[in-house]
Protein backbone atom coordinates (compact mmCIF):
# COMPACT_ATOMS: atom_id res chain seq x y z
CA UNK A 1 0.00 0.00 0.00
CA UNK A 2 0.98 3.03 -0.35
CA UNK A 3 0.30 6.52 1.58
CA UNK A 4 1.24 10.17 2.09
CA UNK A 5 1.71 12.56 4.85
CA UNK A 6 1.27 16.48 5.40
CA UNK A 7 1.75 16.70 8.79
CA UNK A 8 0.67 20.55 8.86
CA UNK A 9 -2.76 21.11 7.97
CA UNK A 10 -2.02 25.38 7.62
CA UNK A 11 1.96 27.37 6.92
CA UNK A 12 1.48 30.83 7.62
CA UNK A 13 4.61 33.07 6.19
CA UNK A 14 5.48 36.46 5.45
CA UNK A 15 5.69 37.55 1.99
CA UNK A 16 9.56 37.84 0.56
CA UNK A 17 9.97 34.60 3.79
CA UNK A 18 11.21 31.42 2.18
CA UNK A 19 8.45 28.93 2.31
CA UNK A 20 8.60 25.48 3.25
CA UNK A 21 5.50 22.51 2.66
CA UNK A 22 6.47 19.11 4.21
CA UNK A 23 5.29 15.70 2.94
CA UNK A 24 6.38 12.10 3.57
CA UNK A 25 5.26 9.19 1.42
CA UNK A 26 5.61 5.43 2.40
CA UNK A 27 5.56 3.49 -0.57
CA UNK A 28 6.49 -0.71 -1.24
CA UNK A 29 8.77 0.12 -4.75
CA UNK A 30 10.60 3.11 -5.47
CA UNK A 31 8.38 6.47 -5.23
CA UNK A 32 7.18 8.64 -8.21
CA UNK A 33 5.91 12.09 -5.84
CA UNK A 34 4.32 14.69 -6.73
CA UNK A 35 2.99 18.07 -5.85
CA UNK A 36 -0.26 20.20 -6.90
CA UNK A 37 -1.87 23.22 -6.29
CA UNK A 38 -5.39 23.70 -5.69
CA UNK A 39 -7.31 27.59 -5.94
CA UNK A 40 -10.24 28.02 -4.54
CA UNK A 41 -12.81 26.89 -6.79
CA UNK A 42 -10.61 25.52 -8.94
CA UNK A 43 -9.11 21.82 -9.96
CA UNK A 44 -5.63 20.58 -9.24
CA UNK A 45 -2.51 22.65 -11.06
CA UNK A 46 0.60 20.09 -11.37
CA UNK A 47 3.45 22.03 -10.28
CA UNK A 48 6.66 19.70 -10.31
CA UNK A 49 7.43 15.70 -9.96
CA UNK A 50 10.28 13.25 -9.08
CA UNK A 51 11.06 10.56 -11.22
CA UNK A 52 14.36 9.96 -11.50
CA UNK A 53 17.90 11.40 -11.08
CA UNK A 54 18.40 14.89 -9.10
CA UNK A 55 17.21 14.70 -5.83
CA UNK A 56 16.28 19.21 -6.47
CA UNK A 57 13.40 18.89 -8.68
CA UNK A 58 12.24 22.66 -10.18
CA UNK A 59 9.02 23.06 -10.94
CA UNK A 60 6.55 25.78 -12.16
CA UNK A 61 5.96 29.47 -10.70
CA UNK A 62 9.52 28.95 -8.69
CA UNK A 63 9.13 25.88 -6.93
CA UNK A 64 11.23 23.11 -5.90
CA UNK A 65 11.39 20.41 -4.08
CA UNK A 66 13.65 18.13 -2.73
CA UNK A 67 13.71 14.14 -2.63
CA UNK A 68 14.99 12.24 0.45
CA UNK A 69 15.60 8.82 0.17
CA UNK A 70 16.58 8.08 4.14
CA UNK A 71 14.01 10.26 5.55
CA UNK A 72 11.31 9.26 3.02
CA UNK A 73 10.29 13.02 2.38
CA UNK A 74 10.00 15.03 -0.50
CA UNK A 75 9.37 18.79 0.98
CA UNK A 76 8.24 21.46 -1.09
CA UNK A 77 10.30 24.84 -1.35
CA UNK A 78 10.10 28.56 -2.21
CA UNK A 79 12.39 31.17 -1.56
CA UNK A 80 10.84 34.37 -1.62
CA UNK A 81 7.05 33.67 -1.17
CA UNK A 82 4.52 35.91 -2.91
CA UNK A 83 0.92 36.43 -1.43
CA UNK A 84 -0.40 35.05 -4.69
CA UNK A 85 1.02 31.68 -3.65
CA UNK A 86 -1.18 31.57 -1.26
CA UNK A 87 -3.62 27.91 -1.98
CA UNK A 88 -3.82 24.42 -0.81
CA UNK A 89 -1.26 22.29 -1.63
CA UNK A 90 -1.30 18.73 -2.03
CA UNK A 91 1.66 16.01 -2.15
CA UNK A 92 1.03 12.62 -4.06
CA UNK A 93 3.14 9.30 -4.47
CA UNK A 94 2.62 6.32 -6.48
CA UNK A 95 4.63 2.97 -6.71
CA UNK A 96 7.04 2.74 -9.94
CA UNK A 97 6.21 -0.75 -9.84
CA UNK A 98 2.57 -0.95 -9.93
CA UNK A 99 1.04 -1.66 -12.75
CA UNK A 100 -2.02 0.98 -11.92
CA UNK A 101 -1.07 4.72 -12.62
CA UNK A 102 -3.02 6.00 -9.91
CA UNK A 103 -2.10 8.58 -7.36
CA UNK A 104 -3.01 8.61 -3.60
CA UNK A 105 -2.93 12.30 -2.32
CA UNK A 106 -2.14 13.62 1.03
CA UNK A 107 -5.00 15.49 3.15
CA UNK A 108 -3.33 18.97 2.02
CA UNK A 109 -2.05 21.94 3.47
CA UNK A 110 -3.34 25.34 3.35
CA UNK A 111 -0.26 27.59 2.86
CA UNK A 112 -0.76 31.55 4.07
CA UNK A 113 1.10 34.31 2.74
CA UNK A 114 1.06 37.63 4.71
CA UNK A 115 2.10 40.94 3.17
CA UNK B 1 -3.45 22.15 -26.08
CA UNK B 2 -6.28 22.21 -24.47
CA UNK B 3 -6.83 20.49 -20.80
CA UNK B 4 -9.66 18.28 -18.93
CA UNK B 5 -12.94 19.18 -19.82
CA UNK B 6 -15.65 18.88 -16.85
CA UNK B 7 -19.33 20.12 -16.70
CA UNK B 8 -21.04 20.90 -15.13
CA UNK B 9 -19.06 23.04 -12.63
CA UNK B 10 -22.06 23.48 -9.74
CA UNK B 11 -24.79 21.27 -8.91
CA UNK B 12 -27.25 21.55 -6.38
CA UNK B 13 -29.86 18.47 -6.01
CA UNK B 14 -31.87 17.08 -3.17
CA UNK B 15 -30.64 13.56 -1.07
CA UNK B 16 -32.17 10.67 -3.44
CA UNK B 17 -32.60 12.41 -6.82
CA UNK B 18 -29.87 11.26 -9.49
CA UNK B 19 -26.89 13.25 -10.93
CA UNK B 20 -24.56 12.89 -13.50
CA UNK B 21 -21.03 14.37 -14.67
CA UNK B 22 -19.36 15.06 -17.82
CA UNK B 23 -15.77 14.40 -18.68
CA UNK B 24 -13.27 14.88 -21.72
CA UNK B 25 -10.13 14.05 -21.18
CA UNK B 26 -6.79 15.80 -23.00
CA UNK B 27 -6.67 14.41 -26.73
CA UNK B 28 -4.51 11.03 -26.63
CA UNK B 29 -4.81 10.53 -23.25
CA UNK B 30 -5.75 6.70 -22.99
CA UNK B 31 -5.92 6.68 -18.98
CA UNK B 32 -8.76 8.65 -17.52
CA UNK B 33 -9.42 9.09 -13.70
CA UNK B 34 -12.20 10.23 -11.30
CA UNK B 35 -11.28 11.81 -8.13
CA UNK B 36 -13.83 12.45 -5.11
CA UNK B 37 -12.74 15.53 -3.18
CA UNK B 38 -14.52 15.80 0.17
CA UNK B 39 -14.10 19.37 2.10
CA UNK B 40 -10.79 19.44 3.95
CA UNK B 41 -9.40 15.81 2.36
CA UNK B 42 -7.33 14.92 -0.19
CA UNK B 43 -8.63 13.78 -3.44
CA UNK B 44 -9.65 9.58 -3.64
CA UNK B 45 -9.66 7.67 -6.54
CA UNK B 46 -13.25 5.88 -7.43
CA UNK B 47 -12.42 4.83 -10.71
CA UNK B 48 -9.60 4.38 -13.29
CA UNK B 49 -10.02 3.50 -17.30
CA UNK B 50 -7.68 2.56 -19.50
CA UNK B 51 -9.15 3.10 -23.10
CA UNK B 52 -12.28 1.53 -22.52
CA UNK B 53 -11.89 -0.94 -19.48
CA UNK B 54 -11.63 -0.54 -16.01
CA UNK B 55 -8.24 -1.00 -14.01
CA UNK B 56 -9.85 -0.02 -10.60
CA UNK B 57 -13.08 0.53 -9.69
CA UNK B 58 -12.13 -0.98 -5.81
CA UNK B 59 -13.30 2.47 -4.08
CA UNK B 60 -16.44 2.78 -6.18
CA UNK B 61 -19.59 2.65 -3.88
CA UNK B 62 -21.33 1.09 -6.52
CA UNK B 63 -24.80 0.34 -5.20
CA UNK B 64 -25.15 4.02 -5.62
CA UNK B 65 -22.36 5.30 -8.15
CA UNK B 66 -21.38 4.47 -12.05
CA UNK B 67 -19.14 5.33 -14.60
CA UNK B 68 -18.55 4.66 -18.08
CA UNK B 69 -16.21 5.70 -20.83
CA UNK B 70 -17.34 6.17 -24.01
CA UNK B 71 -15.16 5.11 -26.88
CA UNK B 72 -12.43 5.07 -25.10
CA UNK B 73 -12.76 9.04 -25.00
CA UNK B 74 -15.72 11.29 -23.16
CA UNK B 75 -16.51 9.50 -19.48
CA UNK B 76 -19.63 9.85 -17.45
CA UNK B 77 -19.92 9.39 -13.56
CA UNK B 78 -23.56 8.96 -12.53
CA UNK B 79 -24.76 8.81 -8.84
CA UNK B 80 -28.22 7.73 -8.35
CA UNK B 81 -29.70 7.83 -5.40
CA UNK B 82 -27.97 10.81 -3.92
CA UNK B 83 -26.71 10.90 0.03
CA UNK B 84 -25.64 13.82 1.51
CA UNK B 85 -22.73 12.35 2.24
CA UNK B 86 -21.90 13.06 -1.28
CA UNK B 87 -21.20 16.41 -1.02
CA UNK B 88 -17.81 16.49 -2.59
CA UNK B 89 -15.75 17.86 -5.92
CA UNK B 90 -15.65 15.10 -8.12
CA UNK B 91 -12.70 15.56 -10.61
CA UNK B 92 -11.77 14.00 -13.74
CA UNK B 93 -8.21 13.86 -14.84
CA UNK B 94 -6.02 12.15 -17.27
CA UNK B 95 -2.83 11.05 -17.95
CA UNK B 96 -0.86 9.19 -21.46
CA UNK B 97 -0.35 5.99 -19.58
CA UNK B 98 1.99 6.41 -16.69
CA UNK B 99 3.30 10.18 -17.29
CA UNK B 100 1.89 13.14 -15.51
CA UNK B 101 -2.25 13.30 -14.32
CA UNK B 102 -3.60 16.55 -15.26
CA UNK B 103 -6.81 16.91 -13.51
CA UNK B 104 -9.84 19.24 -14.91
CA UNK B 105 -11.64 22.15 -13.01
CA UNK B 106 -13.65 19.52 -11.03
CA UNK B 107 -17.56 19.27 -10.53
CA UNK B 108 -19.34 20.87 -7.35
CA UNK B 109 -21.79 18.68 -5.56
CA UNK B 110 -24.04 20.08 -2.89
CA UNK B 111 -27.05 17.52 -2.19
CA UNK B 112 -29.43 19.32 0.47
Known amino acids: AQSVAQPEDQVNVAEGNPLTVKCTYS??????LFWYVQYPNRGLQFLLK??????LVKGSYGFEAEFNKSQTSFHLKKPSALVSDSALYFC?????????????FGKGTKLSVIP | EAGVAQSPRYKIIEKRQSVAFWCNPI?????LYWYQQILGQGPKLLIQ????????DSQLPKDRFSAERLKGVDSTLKIQPAKLEDSAVYLC??????????FGEGSWLTVV
Open chain 2, 27 to 31: SGHAT
Open chain 1, 27 to 32: VSGNPY
Open chain 2, 93 to 102: ASSFLGDTIY
Open chain 1, 50 to 55: YITGDN
Open chain 2, 49 to 56: FQNNGVVD
Open chain 1, 92 to 104: AVRDSGAGSYQLT
